[in-house]
């Protein structure tokens, strides 16, 4: 069956940097989307950034723009969202998602049928 599991959260301060991992298993990872999602306490679940897994063609949320950035290792069937200038607004669960619907609208949830079990990021101030 379908497994993501990411990897690579924790605490930082204001304007640092950090790498999270997403390895997908059980799909056809080679013609597919990754999306990465993050969800604050009490607000809801947001698109961050996604990847076609073909050609690796990004996507990303205006907020993250130029700070975040999405790739992958076809070979360890891994997504990476390298994240820097981080701020303390970016502090999420931060998961990773597959099973796009297709003409669903990739930065939203409701487009992903699997998740992985999230990864904390804290970002101090």
């Known amino acids: 069956q379908v497994q993501l599991q990411e990897s690579g959260g924790g605490s930082v301060e204001a304007g640092g940097s950090m790498r999270l991992s997403c390895v997908a298993s059980g799909l056809p990872y080679s013609s597919t989307v990754i999306g990465w999602f993050r969800q604050r306490p009490g607000k809801e679940r947001e698109g961050v950034a996604t990847?076609?897994?073909?050609?690796?063609?990004?996507y990303y949320t205006d907020p993250v723009k130029g700070r975040f950035t999405v790739s992958q290792d076809k070979s360890k069937n891994t997504v990476f969202l390298e994240m820097s200038s981080l701020k303390p607004e970016d502090s999420a669960m931060y998961y990773c998602a597959s099973g796009w619907r297709p003409g669903g609208h990739l930065l939203q949830p409701d487009s992903y049928t699997k998740w992985g079990q999230g990864t904390q990021v804290t970002v101090s101030s």
């Open positions: 990847i076609a897994t073909g050609d690796g063609t990004p």
